[in-house]
């Protein structure tokens, strides 16, 4: 019997429960629950604005974007992002998706702390993202409802999850800098325009909706 949480159904095929069992092995709770949310919120976001997507394209994205952050993933020569894109596609070919699919798949793990550019894109692109920057920045926070959120954080729960977020991301990247180079242009502004101030990724995630 399939898993419902806050009305959205919790794909239960053989493939998104291997997807699942691949997650809870490699990765900690931290980021085993908050991969659940990033599935849970995206389809909330996805419902709340009518999209059409596909659940289990979103729940591979969704579990499989933060396994760059794990030790059995993790790489020192590329992006985070592109550790977990790469592996979700490895998995799909496996269970015989290729194609535009998986590529729909890698094209949301790899774009998802790339800032507007994936709410552009096929639903279930957008959706990861949807999903990620409302569990971490509190993006969408009230597109939500408080008894979807109530919900879906009881079944996954987020303790000191600001703090401990920050955390895996230092541990996840620190021995790779050079993967983070991020938006150039911020580089730009800041050099020519006189009182430029670059947004703070770790303030909006401390100061967000979010209560820890």
Request: avoid cysteine; aromatic fraction near 8%.
């Amino acid at each position: 019997m399939s898993e419902t949480i806050a009305g959205v159904r919790i794909p239960d095929s053989a493939l998104a429960k291997e997807a699942t069992e691949l997650v809870r092995e490699a990765a900690p709770p931290l980021l085993f629950d908050h991969s659940r949310r990033v599935f849970l919120f995206g389809a909330l976001r996805g419902a709340e604005q009518r999209l059409d997507f596909d659940p289990e394209l979103l729940y591979v994205g969704a579990m499989f974007h933060d396994l760059g952050l794990t030790g059995s993933f993790a790489r020192t020569d590329r992006r985070f992002e592109i550790d977990g894109a790469e592996e979700a596609r490895r998995f799909l070919h496996a269970h015989g998706i290729t194609g535009e699919p998986a590529d729909r798949v890698w094209t949301a793990i790899a774009l998802h702390t790339t800032p507007e550019v994936p709410l552009h894109m096929a639903s279930e692109i957008a959706l990861v993202t949807r999903g990620v920057e409302l569990d971490v920045l509190g993006v969408g926070y009230h597109a939500v409802s408080d008894e979807q959120r109530a919900a879906v954080t009881a079944a996954h729960p987020r303790p000191d999850f600001k703090n401990r977020i920050l955390a895996a991301f230092t541990a996840g990247t620190r021995d790779r800098p050079a993967t983070t180079f991020g938006n150039v242009k911020a580089d730009v502004l800041a050099h020519f325009v006189p009182g430029f101030e670059r947004g703070d990724f770790v303030e909006v995630i401390l100061g967000s909706d979010w209560s820890e």
